[in-house]
């Protein structure tokens, strides 16, 4: 029997097995289709970017760690490893660009002067692939980011730069919307804070609000561009203090009626973020998670298939929030392949939300509203060995992506034939 039998008949097996609890796997499978997760772009490139000044550290860059060959070295290397992993994933998806992606030829052009005709060609190619583009203006790595403020920051020409910058960004992410039909999410995340303890907390937060006041003061269409702001719990420079933390940005983005963004790992590493859900969607309109996989704290590895990871996708679906919720994976891993990085954490999430949607909710929700606990802990302990997997390598063939027991040798094949050319040359 080859091998697309076998999943042919996994499947049947599968959907009846599912079918006796009250599954439509049919049904879940059109259902999955519809998901769009936005792949990163900067995973392809380890967050270089297309500026002539190229990444300096010193000026508030973001290190990577890791010198796996075959790193994309220009837009059409990026462009091509991207085409890659789509192919490996099922579905129609999204890619999630920085301002530093931008462009522009032998003209240096600073953030601030960036517009949509320096994305031409991420646009057309999305176009011919029926892709989505997120957008993110850019706060690091730049001479006016050295000291670790943008928009916080106590020089007014340095705040004034870095609001032009995000206005920019915006107008760029709204013509994304428009000319791709498909909604693009503009996220603003800034690394302002201070390594040892402030004098005043409250300062750099006043000026925060009046700048990102100033950058969404021109209202945008929301069928084309969702705002987004994302906190972080401290980082390299910024440990004692974060001028976007978490309240701030909940309170801002409640205030506002935009997207509050939750990074999987922007929190204390016991802290989950899926017990947030449910509570944040009673008051927002919507969610921006960017899914990592934080060890030690925010260390950005790959999304791997954790509980973690499940409880993130159980408590979208079993609220009915996927309309509501902007998917994205947010880590940059230069140890492995890069094409394998954004495979196997694109698949992951896919596959968790697959599980959380072949759950047999109606029956456990009913349990539940009668009391029946003892019922309900046996059914969802049934539910972690139910073949999710069958219907995962079938929801692939008919997508024509491979199975997880084939999709390694193309990377490895990819790996022969494109990446290890880039060394030589």
Known sequence: MNAEKRIENAYLIAKEQFAEIGVDCDKVLKEISKIRISLHCWQGDDVAGFEKSGKNLSDGGIQVTGAYPGKARNPEELRQDLSKAL???PGKHKVNLHAIYAEC???TVERDELDVSHFANWISWARKNSLGLDFNPTFFAHKLASDGFTLSSGKKNVREFWIRHARQCRKISNEFGKKLGVVSVNNIWIPDGYKDTPFSRLAPRQRLIESLDAILEEPMEKKYTLDAVESKLFGIGSESYVTGSHEFYLAYALRKNILLCLDTGHFHPTETISDKISSLLLFLDGLLLHVSRGIRWDSDHVVAYTDDLRAISE???RGSHLAQVH????YFDASINRIAAWTVGARNLLKSLLAAMLEPAKIIRQME???????????????KLAPVGAV???YCAT???PPDSAWMKEVEAYEKNVLSLRQSS
Do not use: P, Q
């Open 315 to 317: 408590e979208i679906v």
């Open 369 to 383: 509203n009668e009391g029946n606990y003892t019922a309900r802990l046996a059914l969802l302990e049934d539910a």
């Open 399 to 401: 997508k024509n992506v």
């Open 327 to 330: 998917l994205g994976l947010d």
């Open 105 to 107: 030829g032998a003209k």
């Open 392 to 394: 995962w390598n079938f």
């Open 87 to 89: 192919s490996l994933i």
